[in-house]
């Protein structure tokens, strides 16, 4: 079992052009040669991390510190979640899917080719299969981004007796059926379907351009085939990895909204305070806060993953 249930790493972004332009000016920063992060507002604070990014750190930085290490952890059979979580325009879904530069690359191609890679170079794994998903929560309402025939349709997520989620489409139990889980068999297949999924997301407001309007929850599951070299006996190891681009914290002074867009900040808001008190309970042991955010991202919300918030 891991050591630690939740490890929080920390990235400052580099100023923007339009920021230097405005005469701004970094104010939080990281202290050389610690996992400390300073916070310069006329009193300097101190805030300690499992892991702290300065703007010079590299994509490839983040990935191999704070990342890497849970693939080892998920081809042993844990649970594994990785959160992107900051406000507006902070740099999540730069930090996940990467620029355009090749040396930009995100987490997720990092994961993609790793993983395959360490399941075909594992001498104890006989055989695996892996499933996607690829999931979208607006405004409350989550959408399945993998199947273009029901992408418009609204899922609906139902708990069993057993406290097992599921996110369903329709209402009725006659049209009821699992989100779709696409097979792939390589790193580019994943990543094709990534991008097939991505053009179908809600963007864009003032603040930010680029900005994801939305959760976003792509969830890889993992089956292995364990083989026992002294007695030839092969065991199944399942388990899921979730890489989860969380939509922007912001303010409404801020970002400018009014209206439907409003409101939309409204529901962002509050999933986010939901996720964060999950998170709380999973430190203190309590009952966790149950929202449409949370349940999306329960499985691996038990004490024995490694979350990166």
């Known amino acids: 079992m891991p050591d630690v249930c939740v490890n929080v790493a920390v ?3 580099p100023l923007l052009r339009k920021e230097m332009f405005n005469g701004h000016r970094v104010c939080v920063r990281v202290v050389p040669g610690t996992s400390q992060v300073m916070l310069d507002l006329g009193k300097k604070n101190t805030f300690s991390y499992h892991y702290a990014f300065g703007p010079e750190s590299s994509q490839e930085d983040v990935y191999d510190q704070s990342v890497r290490p849970l693939l080892d952890s998920l081809l042993q059979g844990y649970n594994v979640t990785v959160f992107c979580y900051g406000q507006t325009g902070s740099g999540k879904t730069y930090t996940l899917e990467g620029g355009s530069q090749a040396e930009e690359e995100g987490l997720i191609n990092c994961v993609a080719h790793d993983l395959f890679c360490l399941l075909d170079e ?22 399945d981004l993998l199947d273009l025939p029901t992408s418009h349709k609204v899922l609906h997520i139902r708990e069993d007796e057993r406290k097992n989620t599921a996110s369903l489409r329709g209402v009725g ?8 889980r696409e097979p792939v068999t390589s790193a580019g297949e994943l990543l ?8 179908l997301r809600h963007t864009t407001h003032r603040m930010n351009d680029q900005s994801s309007r939305s959760h976003c929850i792509l969830t ?9 070299p002294k007695t030839s006996l092969r065991t199944v190891r399942t388990s899921i990895l ?25 529901h962002i808001n509050s999933g986010l305070l939901a996720l964060g008190n999950v998170i709380r309970c999973l ?7 149950e929202a449409s955010l949370t349940f999306l991202t329960e499985t691996p919300s038990l004490p024995d993953c ?3 918030p």
């Open 283 to 289: 430190a203190i042991r309590g009952i966790p806060v």
């Open 242 to 266: 979730r890489l989860v681009d969380l939509a922007g914290s912001e303010r409404a002074d801020k970002t400018g909204n009014t209206g439907p867009r409003l409101k939309e900040s409204m």
């Open 306 to 308: 490694l979350e990166i």
């Open 173 to 180: 139990l006659e049209c009821c059926s699992r989100s779709h």
């Open 122 to 143: 594992s001498s104890e794994v006989a055989d695996y299969t892996m499933k996607m998903s690829y999931l979208e929560l607006y405004m409350e309402e989550l959408r």
């Open 220 to 228: 890889l599951y993992l089956q292995q085939r364990i083989q026992d």
């Open 11 to 13: 990235r400052v972004r």
């Open 192 to 199: 094709s379907n990534l991008d097939f999924g991505k053009a």
